[in-house]
């Protein structure tokens, strides 16, 4: 790791900002939803109440209702349910920790080799590096492939690296990995918080959990498989084993 | 090969299916010698645990000869006789290098099907033995697939029989650890085992070759009883008396100074308590009947320790926890860290203290092992344990 990369100084206004990662607790609706929702409410309500059908009536109403609800109290009980959790800036915040068997530095060293992510997290299709600290992203999304550009914001050998998505990003997006040396002779403990703001706000964040996209269920197996491969350096399967599905025709 | 598959709740059936095979280089393959039925598989015919899929290869105790292993298997080979623990353990993880091969963090492809369900960690894998705890074909088959064959087979080398070292793969070790887990002071300890199947049986001896001063079962079947009085245990039926009243006579008052619940989810027991329990699991509110649970708690002396070889999977409601709290109880549970305890046990049956066949009742083919895993349920014809010769 060189010395004289140019790393991000916090106290360089230039710079990009390390970014919040605290979290406040879920589906505080942003402003800007909150008064789309507010609007769509009331409009659905209105046209529930003109609707001469009364199942239309009861559900545009209902609906209409809801959502004025939510953007009245600033909360989005579905949001809440789902336990999508948020940080103080109305990002989806996912958070999650696991205790590798390997020493600090080591386990820094893979994640800092950008390029080797995507065999990590499956859901990566490729990183690119473009310099020091910058590097582009692409991922599989239900839509086709995304792609943003991302700057290392903050790189401790052995500790910490951090990471935010540049301005005009598809996803924005920011996260920090944290190396800890975990108490006794049991590795290191590996922490990931990332944050990222979903196309259509808390709405957006909660159709994509109901179609099954699971970000916290990503991570926690992402951070499963590279535990399992930097103590195994493999993954157990019992994919291809005998059954009785596989007489019957089906898969074994 | 044949396979005894599970089929549905309360069906099971003897197939063919194909032969396993190496899936990956750390695997090997075993020619099964001998397999046996264990109690916990009743859970699974009963439909109790859930994420069983239809066609699953059941049988979770198993011993053979090694016919095939792959390029990353180092001790063994070819050849080799061995015992397989029922659970799967990566030896590489921190559980596994304390010893908690049952804890072990890698060896469950589907961690996350339990941890939904156990609060964000997950079990190691086990043979036969549902998808929650990996999904792994079992041993009640003419071949098994053995991941992580460098840490769970353990190479049988005295020309014991098979019968002798079978139970060392789950329920001599799960006996044992039950036992282990009391502290039991030598000549002063006095142990109540409730349940008398087989986990309860080697329990109870286990209590003894510990020096439990004396040793209680509980049970109703009259065989299991007798087969626990064999060994010189003092015995009591709760059908006919009341446990609670008959384990403070025979401790003076005081209570057992420890017990051990050898019965788990599926108790039998009676009273308003047992019916309620039954009724809920059948509605699928609750996963467990507690009858033994709640007796182990409510007659364990102060200080003392409860010990559960038995299996509980889900919530449970009604535990005397006052009691417990009031007597500054232990508790103790969990699945068997068998890896640990095979080499120690393997001594103690080499050096004839204990002949661990003493427990076999039944002894079949595979064709035959549907019509006895409804006999073991019934508790019909004596049946205690049931093992098969998958080539017979
Ligand atoms: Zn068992
Ligand atoms: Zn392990």
Redesign the interface.
């Given at each position: 790791m060189s010395e004289d990369r140019p790393i991000p100084n916090p106290n360089d206004p230039a710079a990009l900002p390390e970014a919040d990662l605290t979290e406040t607790g879920t589906a505080h609706l942003p402003t800007l939803e909150r008064s789309v929702m507010g609007s769509v409410g009331v409009a659905l309500m209105g046209a529930g109440l003109r609707s001469a059908r009364p199942f239309q009536k009861l559900v545009l109403g209902g609906v209409g209702a809801g959502l004025t609800a939510m953007a009245a109290t600033g909360r989005n009980p579905i949001a809440a349910a789902l336990k999508i959790r948020q940080t103080g800036h109305g990002e989806v915040l996912v958070r999650d920790a696991v205790t590798v068997g390997k020493p600090a530095d080591v386990l820094y060293g893979v994640w800092r080799n950008l390029t080797g992510l995507p065999r990590l997290m499956t859901h990566l299709q490729s990183v690119e590096v473009l310099d020091d600290t910058q590097s582009r992203w692409t991922v599989q999304a239900p839509t086709g492939t995304v792609s943003w550009d991302a700057q290392i914001t903050a790189d401790e050998p052995g500790h910490r690296l951090a990471w935010a998505s540049l301005p005009g990003a598809a996803i924005e997006n920011h996260g920090e990995v944290v190396f800890r040396t975990a108490p006794g002779d049991r590795g290191t403990e590996v922490v990931v918080r990332l944050a990222y703001r979903p196309p259509g706000g808390t709405l957006g964040a909660v159709t994509a959990r109901l179609f099954g996209e699971e970000p916290a269920q990503q991570l926690r197996d992402d951070l499963m498989r590279f535990k399992r491969e930097q103590e195994l350096g493999f993954a157990p399967t019992t994919e291809g084993q005998s059954s009785g599905r596989a007489t019957h025709g089906g898969q074994a | 090969?044949k396979?005894i598959?599970?089929?549905g709740t309360n069906s099971v059936?003897v197939?063919?299916?194909?032969?396993?095979?190496l899936?990956?280089?750390?695997d090997a393959i075993v020619r099964v010698t001998s397999t046996a039925i264990c109690g916990s598989d009743l859970h699974l015919l009963d439909g109790v645990i859930p994420s069983m899929?239809?066609?699953?290869?059941l049988g979770h105790e198993f011993m053979g000869e090694v016919v095939e292993v792959g390029r990353d298997v180092r001790k063994l080979k070819v050849g080799d006789r061995v015992v397989v623990p029922f659970n799967?353990a990566?030896g590489?993880?921190?559980p596994c290098?304390r010893g908690l091969f049952s804890a072990c963090?890698?060896?469950?492809?589907n961690?996350?099907m339990a941890?939904a369900l156990y609060g964000g960690v997950s079990g190691g894998?086990l043979f036969g033995y549902s998808h929650m705890y990996?999904?792994?074909?079992g041993g009640q088959a003419q071949y098994v697939?053995v991941?992580?064959a460098d840490v769970g087979p353990y190479r049988i080398e005295s020309d014991l029989r098979d019968e002798q070292v079978l139970f060392l793969t789950d329920i001599f070790p799960t006996g044992y650890q039950a036992a282990e887990n009391c502290g039991i002071l030598p000549g002063r300890d006095v142990v109540a085992v409730f349940g008398a199947g087989p986990v309860g049986q080697f329990a109870a001896r286990s209590a003894q070759m510990l020096g439990a001063a004396n040793v209680i079962v509980i049970d109703r079947v009259p065989e299991r009883l007798a087969m626990a009085a064999a060994a010189g245990c003092q015995v009591i039926n709760y059908e006919q008396e009341d446990v609670l009243i008959a384990l403070r006579e025979a401790t003076g008052g005081r209570g057992p100074d420890h017990v051990i619940d050898a019965v788990g989810m599926e108790a039998h027991g009676h009273g308003p308590g047992a019916l309620v329990d039954t009724a809920k699991q059948r509605l699928k509110l609750s996963f467990d009947r507690i009858t033994a649970l709640r007796w182990a708690l409510l007659s364990c002396a102060k200080g003392g320790t409860v010990s559960l070889p038995g299996v509980y999977g889900g919530l449970i409601d009604k535990v005397p926890m006052g009691a417990a709290f009031a007597k500054g109880l232990t508790f103790k549970m969990g699945q068997t860290h068998t890896h640990r305890h095979i080499g120690p046990l393997l001594s103690r049956i080499e050096a004839g203290e204990i002949d661990p066949s003493f427990v076999i009742t039944h002894r079949a083919s595979l064709d035959q092992a549907p019509d006895l895993y409804r006999t073991f349920r019934d508790k019909h014809d004596g049946c205690v344990k049931v093992v098969l010769n998958p080539w017979a």
């Open positions: - | 090969m396979a598959v599970w089929q059936g197939e063919t299916v194909p032969d396993p095979t899936l990956l280089p750390t899929e239809k066609g699953d290869i799967i990566c590489a993880c921190d290098r963090d890698n060896s469950n492809p961690h996350r941890e894998g990996g999904g792994y074909a697939r991941p992580f």
